[in-house]
């Protein structure tokens, strides 16, 4: 059994008086494709934010290869180069061209030189299907198209663990497949990953772990056969009955 890369333990995470996390405890090895799942609301998102240090949690740890991020005054950038995240919105720079925007984090956070960031900007892009748009701006491509440049700079990074973050939610349905299917391709390629989804037959079909999250705490967490086909909690099969008639 491998040893963990990242571990949750006891986290727990208030904005003023509202707790949105509660004890949560949870743990992702190597090769692991992890599926939150939940109603909005839920802390899902919360969690992969402290994950990656976008919110200070109030308590707990997030051990990195057994070293607690939360508690070090560590470089952020560089762990986050480690645990990228891919976010709902893009997060592009609209005023850079898809391969700038590839090479931005290579260069200045890696510290790579310009040629060796070009040729893995435009590996990963190859890799993603936007290599013909390499010299687009970000509006002038579809929300799919963003969204895949997206995941290929944050594979520039070349990270242990990639977050992501609802990355369909903003997408219209006929470009939820394209961003899916690079996923997947990533899942079948052994990349480890976190995804908080409303995508219930990607969860079903792609990850090796399934957590459900209600009210700010894991209510359950198994296979995706366990969840999908035995939930043993009442609140996830509330859940699940309502999200699989879609």
């Known amino acids: 059994m491998s040893e963990p890369i990242i571990e949750v333990r006891h986290l727990r995470k208030n904005f003023g008086e509202h ?14 494709v992890t599926c939150v799942i939940g109603v909005s609301g839920s802390g899902k998102s919360t969690l992969l934010r402290c994950i990656n240090l976008l919110e200070t949690p109030t308590s707990g740890q997030i051990l990195f290869h057994g070293e607690d991020v939360a508690a070090q005054r560590l470089n952020a950038p560089g762990y986050r180069a480690k645990v990228g995240m891919v976010f709902q919105s ?5 005023n850079m061209t898809v391969l700038e925007n590839c090479m931005v ?8 030189d310009k040629a060796e960031a070009r040729r893995t900007a435009l ?39 990639l977050l992501f973050d609802e990355p369909t939610s903003a997408l219209d349905p006929q470009m939820v497949g394209e961003v899916l299917e690079v996923m997947r391709t990533l899942a079948q390629e052994g990349l480890t990953m976190i995804i908080v989804t409303h ?13 459900f999250m209600h009210d700010g705490v894991i209510c359950e967490q198994g296979s995706p056969d366990q969840i999908f ?11 699940l009955a309502r999200f699989m008639k879609r």
Do not use: H, W
Request: hydrophobic share 40%.
């Open 19 to 32: 707790e949105v996390l509660k004890d949560v405890d949870f743990s992702v090895n190597e090769g692991d």
């Open 90 to 94: 893009f997060n592009l720079f609209n």
């Open 105 to 112: 984090g290579m260069r200045k956070v890696l510290k790579k």
């Open 123 to 161: 590996y990963y892009l190859d890799k993603v299907g936007m290599a013909p748009y390499i010299n687009a701006k970000p509006r002038q491509i579809s929300g799919g198209q963003k969204q895949r440049v997206a995941i290929a700079r944050a594979l520039c990074m070349q990270p242990e663990v």
């Open 199 to 211: 995508e219930m037959a990607f969860a079903r079909d792609v990850s090796n772990k399934v957590v």
């Open 229 to 239: 086909t035995n939930p043993q909690q009442e609140q996830t099969r509330e859940f």
